[in-house]
């Protein structure tokens, strides 16, 4: 099952622009990750951040974690051509597995 | 190697025919999961070793798939009597530790068509 659930399923933007994606999810967790994915095959990792943390940037990509409305939210500032990709949040509990979403496919327009 | 290598890279096979997919983890990466994700879906969850302890199966869809991880290395995931739905990409993650803390790195992936 589902863990962790994206919104919006889609979204276009123009170059330059910040994007905005969020996911939502249902049980405790130890963390959360972000991962792009392009062309439908590997997965690559962009950032994780623990249960006690609140926000973390890495470079473009700024993320956010509420744990009390279980939820994080994906920024990307000044976007790029590059930048379009699907991007899924996962989530791990104490079990050490981890479960994705169904992602979010954004298109940055030229 | 430097990453998660998978093979094949794509298989195409006949409905009811078994097939084997194989994952090189990350040299020391004691952890390794399996996903599937069909088209324009996310991942689903099948199956995750982590060092020596029994595998979590949870996530294998039917008796028809099971998988395996020799020396704490090398996994291969074996889809027997494959059917039409079982066509997707099967993605190999491996990690350093399977716990908090550690993000995963992916395989390539393998496309799997049954016709």
């Known amino acids: 099952s589902q863990q962790g659930e994206e919104d919006p399923q889609a979204l276009s933007i123009q170059e330059g622009e910040n994007a905005t994606m969020n996911c939502s999810y249902k049980?405790?967790?130890?963390?959360l990750q972000w991962y792009r994915q392009n062309s439908g095959r590997g997965l690559v990792h962009l950032i994780l951040?623990?249960?006690?943390?609140r926000e973390k940037h890495s470079g473009r990509l700024r993320v956010t974690l509420d744990t009390s409305k279980k939820s994080s939210s994906l920024l990307i500032t000044a976007s790029r051509a590059a930048d379009t990709a699907s991007y899924f949040c996962?989530?791990?509990?104490?079990?050490?597995?981890?479960?994705f979403g169904k992602g979010t496919r954004l298109h940055i327009l030229p | 190697g430097a990453g998660v290598s998978q093979s094949p890279s794509n298989k195409v096979t006949e409905k009811g025919k078994d097939v084997e997919l194989r994952c090189d983890p990350i040299s020391g990466h004691t952890a390794l999961y399996w996903y599937r994700q069909s088209l324009g879906q996310g991942l689903e969850f099948l199956i995750y070793?982590?060092?020596?302890?029994?595998?979590?199966k949870s996530g294998l869809p039917s008796d028809r798939f099971s998988a395996e991880r020799t020396g704490g290395s090398v996994s291969t995931l074996t889809i027997q009597r494959t059917q039409q739905e079982d066509s997707a990409v099967y993605l190999c993650a491996s990690s350093l530790a399977g716990g908090p803390g550690y993000g995963y790195t992916f395989g390539s992936g393998t496309r799997l068509t049954v016709v």
């Open positions: 996962a989530t791990s509990n104490r079990d050490d597995k981890i479960i």
């Open positions: 951040i623990r249960s006690n943390e």
């Open positions: 070793f982590q060092g020596n302890s029994a595998p979590d």
């Open positions: 049980t405790s967790i130890n963390n």
